[in-house]
């Protein structure tokens, strides 16, 4: 299974990005998704999660209201569009598969998922 997240740039702030994961390989549609993000000398935290359904979401508190996540299972893919960026927002964001979701949940711990994708990187200026 494979991750290519894309998507991420340079944008000033209050700007909009909308990244994109696509998944190839394995059953994209029974896999719970997140985006995780992780500045310079940070550790890597969730930002966003939706469950296997699409029926579950999660945010952090730090993007609830200005990030939103979803996900088209005909393209096997996951997005996270964020609006009213801050320059706090910058960071490597990292898109990752949950391939044995318990139940109908959006996962927030790293250690939950089993794929994780390359990292897109997302500057934001003030």
């Known amino acids: 299974v494979q991750l290519q997240a894309s998507g991420g740039g340079l944008v000033q702030a209050r700007g909009s990005l909308r990244l994109s994961c696509a998944v190839i390989g394995g059953t994209f549609s029974s896999y719970g998704m997140g985006w995780f993000r992780q500045a310079p000398g940070k550790e890597r935290v969730a930002v966003a999660a939706?469950?296997?359904?699409?029926?579950?979401?999660y945010f952090a508190d730090s993007v609830k209201g200005r990030f939103t996540i979803s996900r088209d299972n005909t393209k096997k893919s996951v997005y996270l569009d964020m609006n009213n960026l801050k320059p706090e927002d910058s960071a490597v964001y990292y898109c990752?598969?949950?391939?044995?979701?318990?139940?109908?949940?959006?996962?927030?711990?790293?250690?939950?998922?089993?794929?994780w994708g390359q990292g897109t990187q997302v500057t934001v200026s003030s």
């Open positions: 939706i469950s296997w359904t699409g029926a579950n979401t």
């Open positions: 990752a598969a949950d391939r044995h979701p318990l139940g109908d949940y959006a996962r927030s711990q790293t250690y939950d998922y089993n794929y």
